[in-house]
């Protein structure tokens, strides 16, 4: 996994890992899940380039809720765009010319990572330190 | 989604439809936590069957386990269908059992609770995906729809090729707005209720004969 910060202060800092779609592509669902949720679980801040399909992130919720446990992992927050319906793409798509339902998505530790403001064309996220 | 996968789900939807004149259908009552879906199942139930299908509560993740009322006979115009309401807990990303101590539960409780709704969800998700032939999908319409959850749970319902109908809730309550679910989801049709108080329920009749039957 590609890793933003490296040097010895990064235990003060908030790791991103972005995610190319590329790096996705040839996964299969669990390989994507455990992906995300062993940064989610290092605290980090995961980004994909091209999101779940749906079926995914039905069993990327189903499997948050099995690790969740009173000591610490609260589950994740998500954030998608454009939205999963698809609909006419969303601006990515309008940018493209193309309907393609490519979705960026951000995911995060629920306990670090709050949505402040989302609109068709803002996400404005929180994140806090440990 | 793997290829066996993808052909047992065919499989099961196939059996599913030789079956449809002789059973009923399943339908799922999603949303997220405290939308009033048990209030939903509970009114649908007791108009047509009598009985209740769960306790309701103002606590979130009251339910913590899928509920079934078989056979419901719903009849509008002339016809029947007859469904089996499925009560689902609240779908979510994320669970904390500090939560439920500001409803003022002990904290070995709100711990059991939290453990409980985590599979409850868990368990939701796998009926959306295996054993339910439509959805009701509750959404409190005082509360903002454009939510990630919602988003994602509606592209999941969509995805499985499952009728849907939207509900949103709660409209006696000052604060409610039905224009902005029907905003939200557009694609989808709108039925304005309000479970508790009883409001507009032979529109809601109508368009599950309609929709489910």
């Known amino acids: ?130 | 989604m793997g290829l066996l996968t993808d052909l047992r789900s065919s499989i099961s939807r196939a059996t599913s439809s030789l079956f449809a004149g002789t059973e009923p259908k399943r339908i799922g009552i999603y949303g997220p936590p405290n939308a009033g879906k048990t209030t939903l199942a509970n009114r649908i139930a007791r108009d047509w069957t009598g009985d209740a299908v769960g306790p309701e509560s103002h606590v979130p993740h009251e339910t913590r386990r899928a509920r079934r009322k078989e056979n419901v006979e719903i009849k509008r115009n002339g016809k029947s269908v007859t469904i089996d309401v499925v009560d689902t807990p609240g779908v979510t990303t994320k669970v904390d059992y500090k939560e439920f101590l500001e409803h003022d539960i002990e904290e070995d409780d709100a711990v059991r609770r939290s453990r409980e709704a985590t599979e409850g969800v868990a368990e939701a998700m796998h009926w959306l995906r295996e054993d339910v032939d439509g959805v009701i999908y509750v959404l409190d319409s005082t509360e903002d729809p454009f939510t990630q959850v919602n988003t994602m749970l509606v592209g999941i319902i969509e995805s499985q090729d499952l009728p849907v109908l939207i509900f949103a809730n709660k409209i006696d309550l000052e604060e409610a707005s039905v224009q902005r679910v029907s905003n939200a989801f557009p694609q989808h049709e709108t039925v304005p209720l309000s479970a508790l108080e009883g409001d507009n329920m032979d529109e809601v009749y109508d368009k599950i004969a309609e929709h489910f039957g």
């Open chain 1, 1 to 130: 996994m590609p890793e933003v910060t490296t040097d010895d202060d990064a235990g003060d800092g908030i790791q991103i890992d972005m995610i190319s779609a590329e790096r996705m592509e040839g996964m299969r669902t669990m390989e994507k899940i455990r992906l995300i949720l062993d940064g989610v679980h290092d605290d980090n801040i995961v980004i994909l380039e091209d999101g779940l399909d749906p079926d995914e992130e039905s069993k990327l919720i189903e499997r948050t809720m099995s690790e969740i446990n009173p000591d610490g992992f609260t589950g994740i927050e998500i954030e998608t765009y454009p939205g999963s319906d698809g609909g006419d793409g969303g601006f990515l798509g309008r940018l493209m010319g193309s309907d393609d339902p490519s979705k960026l998505t951000v995911i995060g530790p629920a306990n670090r990572i709050e949505t402040l403001h989302k609109d068709e064309t803002l996400i404005s996220t929180l994140v806090t330190r440990r």
